[in-house]
Structure formats: structure tokens, C-alpha cells
Antibody
Framework: QVQLVQSGAELKKPGASVKVSCEPF????????IHWVRQAPGQGLEWMGLINPNDGGTNYAQKFQGRVTITGDTSNNTAYMELTSLRSDDTAIYYC??????????WGQGTLVTVSS | QAGLTQPPSVSKGLRQTATLTCTGNSNNVGKQGAAWLQQHQGHPPKLLSY???NRPSGISERLSASRSGNTASLTITGLQPEDEAEYYCSAWDRGLSAWVFGGGTKLTVL
């Protein structure tokens, strides 16, 4: 059974950084791209970027270029998303998502990141 | 980044049929088709269909997806209370080299 298990909720101050982890189970880590999608309170879905765990190749949304880094560690089959220079409008649920058959087929449970002074 | 366009809300009666739309352009929906996601309050989204009309296992046959030009559609027949949710479309945009989402449609089953 495919599952993506994410790290727990985070509370950060403006200007800080956050790093969220995502550990997939039930399939070969390097066989599928992993994406990061966020959802601000009461808002829609926003794509942040992706990683190909097989070779570490990444692609980021223009909006987040320079502030987001997505990495993958094949030694522990875990993907990470780090977002820097946090602002209050970065408060959101952050999801890791597997891309299978050209669509987002499995989602993590989400990690709430709250940015507040 | 430009996203896909969905109507904010649709309301239909129990056991009726709802059709949700998602409009993009020739770089995304018109070229690659769209996938549809359902999200209930407090839960992650769930994939309903991909590449226009393929359903993952376990997804009800009451759901069907299609595409005409730059507009994708999701039709849900025999509406049930559990169909009340937010629905999002998504597509790869080859011009932006990015994934884009619609703003979501809130489906209310009366």
C-alpha cells in the first residue's frame, strides 16, 4: 500500500527557514517523481516544485525560485522541501505528492507550517 | 503563474448530474489534458481521473472526465451526499514548464 508520511507541524518566525520531510512507503523511491504542493488556509492548491529521486534533478515554480530547495536522500528514501525567508503568507499546509501516470496519484497527510512572530 | 479557470461553485440536487469545467489553453489542457482531484474538508486531495478519462482503481463509475479543446470536464451522475467537496483540475503547462491548478469548484449537493 502506497503511503507518503510527512514530518510534523512547524511554528516559525518570519525570516526563518523550514524543512519538511516526506518518506514514501510501498514503492521504489527512485521510480517516481515527488512534488511539493501547498495550500494556504481556505485557499486552493499551489505547485512549488518537483524532484526526480533517481538523479536528483529538480524543477521549481518561478514564484519560489531562490527560496525553495527540494532534495532527495536515497540512503533513507526520504524527500525534503526547504523554504527560506519565511513570511506570514507562507502559512499553509505543505503536501508531498507522488506523480504516477502523469498525475498526482498519492498525497502525503500534509504538514502545517505556521509563520508568526 | 497563470492557472486554470474553474467556476467557484456548483449546486445540484441529490441524484442529479453535475458537470464541472476547467478551462486552460493550448499549452496545458489543450495539449496534455487534465487530471481531477477531490478534496474533503480537512483531508488531502484524492485523484479522481487522469489523462482525461482514466479512473484510478476504487473511483466510482459515476465519475467521468472528458476534454474538448482547451476545456476539460468532470461529470458526476447520481449525486450523493459524499460527493459534496472541493474539486480541482491540474495539468502540466509546457510553456511554463510547471504544473498548474484550477482555483477549485465547491460542489454542493442539495
Amino acid at each position: 500500500q502506497v503511503q507518503l508520511v510527512q514530518s510534523g507541524a512547524e511554528l516559525k518566525k518570519p525570516g526563518a527557514s523550514v524543512k519538511v520531510s516526506c518518506e514514501p512507503f510501498g514503492y521504489t523511491f527512485t521510480a517516481y517523481y515527488i512534488h511539493w504542493v501547498r495550500q494556504a488556509p481556505g485557499q486552493g492548491l499551489e505547485w512549488m516544485g518537483l524532484i526526480n529521486p533517481n538523479d536528483g534533478g529538480t524543477n521549481y515554480a518561478q514564484k519560489f525560485q531562490g527560496r525553495v530547495t527540494i532534495t532527495g536522500d536515497t540512503s533513507n528514501n526520504t524527500a525534503y522541501m526547504e523554504l527560506t525567508s519565511l513570511r506570514s503568507d507562507d502559512t499553509a499546509i505543505y503536501y508531498c505528492v507522488r506523480e504516477g501516470t502523469g498525475a498526482f496519484d498519492y498525497w502525503g497527510q500534509g504538514t502545517l507550517v505556521t509563520v508568526s512572530s | 503563474q497563470a492557472g486554470l479557470t474553474q467556476p467557484p461553485s456548483v449546486s445540484k440536487g441529490l441524484r442529479q448530474t453535475a458537470t464541472l469545467t476547467c478551462t486552460g489553453n493550448s499549452n496545458n489542457v489543450g495539449k496534455q489534458g487534465a487530471a481531477w482531484l477531490q478534496q474533503h474538508q480537512g483531508h488531502p486531495p484524492k485523484l479522481l481521473s487522469y489523462r482525461n478519462n482514466n479512473r484510478p482503481s476504487g473511483i466510482s463509475e459515476r465519475l467521468s472526465a472528458s476534454r474538448s479543446g482547451n476545456t476539460a470536464s468532470l461529470t458526476i451522475t447520481g449525486l450523493q451526499p459524499e460527493d459534496e467537496a472541493e474539486y480541482y483540475c491540474s495539468a502540466w503547462d509546457r510553456g511554463l514548464s510547471a504544473w498548474v491548478f484550477g482555483g477549485g469548484t465547491k460542489l454542493t449537493v442539495l
